[in-house]
């Protein structure tokens, strides 16, 4: 059974620093990991889509990369800013999408 | 960007009754979900759905849940009997085969 977790639960940075998100799961047998982002009480929004066969992917100030035989993922956000506080989810699709539990970052002015 | 639209986006009921939860999936997706998240907890996987029927379900969908593709368009979950632990948001998602999941932005099912 797939396991995501994702460290740290909780994240508070100055405004303009660079930070590192980890998640890590059990069964390396992807087809792919998705970052996303939810707002409190809000939905999903898709950040990042790594494929198995991909190293990394960019988006903006975001990059994610993907060690598929290690079994863990980094979310790499540049310059972070206070419109970038959110929890920040992580989910690997195998059969089903499974998710982590989440790592909440506030970023402070 | 092509949105998954859900409604309501807020549902009270009271316990025993039923609800439908609606969704438009992207009308070029074929594979539809199903995920709810209880408050502080993990998005968690009930149901998926392609070609008109369920293709995996998890042991939370039980027999009190149903999934239904009753158009071309529209994706629903009805819950025959709510209970108060099925309060929760309950989210909608389409894909294309391995193409990454959207998500639309929720349903909050509050019973009382």
């Known amino acids: 059974k797939q396991e995501v977790t994702q460290i740290p639960a909780a994240l508070s940075v100055p405004e303009g620093e660079n930070l590192v998100l980890n998640c890590s799961f059990t069964?390396?047998?992807?087809?792919?990991l998705q970052w996303f982002r939810q707002d409190p009480g809000k939905g999903l929004t898709s950040l990042l889509l790594?494929?198995?066969?991909?190293r990394e992917q960019t988006s903006g100030r975001l990059n994610a990369s993907l060690d598929k035989s290690s079994g863990r993922s980094t979310l790499y956000i540049a310059a972070s800013q206070p419109g970038d506080s959110a929890t920040y989810l992580c989910?690997?699709?195998?059969?089903?999408?499974?998710f982590g539990k989440g790592t909440k970052l506030t970023v402070n002015p | 960007e092509p949105e998954v639209t859900q409604t309501p986006s807020h549902q009270v009921t009271q316990m025993g009754q039923e609800v439908i939860l609606r969704c438009v999936p992207i009308?070029?997706?074929?594979?539809f979900y199903w995920y709810r998240q209880i408050l502080g907890q993990k998005v968690e996987f009930l149901v998926s759905?392609?070609?008109?029927?369920?293709?995996?379900k998890s042991e939370i969908f039980d027999d009190q849940f149903s999934v239904e593709r009753p158009d071309g368009s529209n994706f629903t979950l009805k819950i025959r009997s709510t209970k108060l632990e099925d309060s929760a948001m309950y989210f909608c998602?389409?894909?294309?085969?391995?193409?990454?999941?959207?998500f639309g932005s929720g349903t909050r099912l509050t019973v009382v």
């Open positions: 009308s070029n997706h074929l594979y």
């Open positions: 069964d390396s047998a992807i087809y792919n």
């Open positions: 759905f392609y070609n008109n029927e369920i293709s995996e």
């Open positions: 998602a389409s894909s294309v085969l391995r193409g990454g999941y959207t």
């Open positions: 790594i494929q198995s066969s991909q």
């Open positions: 989910a690997v699709e195998g059969e089903k999408l499974v």
